[in-house]
């Protein structure tokens, strides 16, 4: 079946605009979460979900990013009045995992790799 | 904090050769390791586990170990393919939403 899918694949943003990434997680996945990662180091944590809840958001940066998953399919990260310090890839993932343990996989989209001039 | 450490950013192997990617830990409540595999503009694809009960967990060419008490894993790669020229990452978790990354190694494997 297919992956994991987000778009854009790439954004420019001018400092100060709102932008809003998507995400598409694998058919059936309850989890979903979402990483950032800068360059030269591996992906951050940022937010997860498990269906529509969103039970972890320790990871975001600020109060300008806001992740939901209304529905408890596609998710949308978004970044509101961006700073230079926020361009890097968000990358998605998705897993089957309900338990909450640590044993599942997750499956990650390409990412969005986004630049703020 | 970095409580997963690559610390070869890169390593060249010839083909036909053994690679040996290593990662260290910090975290003695981790009890899930991954490793991922990444090609350019690609996100990061699994490639295999192993659970902290486990000391080894081999899938084809691909070994993982595991030494808890040396906090220390280790990916093999036998024999080494030029396909298999990619960034790899470490990736450890005691959670569901609590897994942390190293910065990765570039492994290039030379025909």
């Known amino acids: 079946g297919a992956g994991v899918s987000q778009s854009p694949r790439y954004k420019v943003a001018k400092r100060g605009q709102d932008v809003a990434l998507r995400c598409d997680p694998i058919s059936g996945h309850v989890s979903l979460f979402w990483y950032q990662q800068a360059l030269g180091q591996g992906p951050e944590f940022l937010t997860y979900?498990?269906?529509?809840?969103?039970?972890?958001k320790s990871g975001l940066p600020s109060d300008r990013f806001f992740a939901e998953r209304p529905e408890g399919s596609v998710s949308t990260l978004k970044i509101q009045r961006t700073q230079q310090e926020d361009s890097a890839v968000y990358l998605c993932?998705?897993?089957?995992?309900?338990?909450?343990?640590?044993?599942?996989?997750?499956?990650f989209g390409p990412g969005t790799r986004l630049t703020v001039l | 904090d970095q409580q997963v450490k690559q610390n070869s950013p890169s390593l060249s192997v010839q083909e036909g050769r053994i690679s040996i990617l290593n990662c260290d830990y910090t975290?003695?409540?981790?009890?899930?390791f991954l490793w991922y595999k990444k090609y350019p503009a690609e996100g990061p694809t699994f490639l295999i586990s192993?659970?902290?009960?486990?000391d080894k967990n081999e899938d084809g060419r691909f070994t993982v170990f595991l030494n808890k008490s040396a906090k220390h894993l280790s990916l093999h790669i036998v024999p080494s393919q030029p396909g298999d020229s990619a960034v790899y990452f470490c990736a450890a978790s005691s959670r569901i939403n609590d897994m942390r990354f190293g910065a990765g190694t570039r492994l290039t494997v030379k025909p």
């Open positions: 993932a998705s897993s089957r995992e309900t338990s909450g343990g640590a044993g599942d996989t997750q499956y």
């Open positions: 979900f498990q269906n529509e809840a969103q039970l972890d």
């Open positions: 975290n003695s409540m981790f009890d899930y």
């Open positions: 192993i659970s902290s009960i486990k």
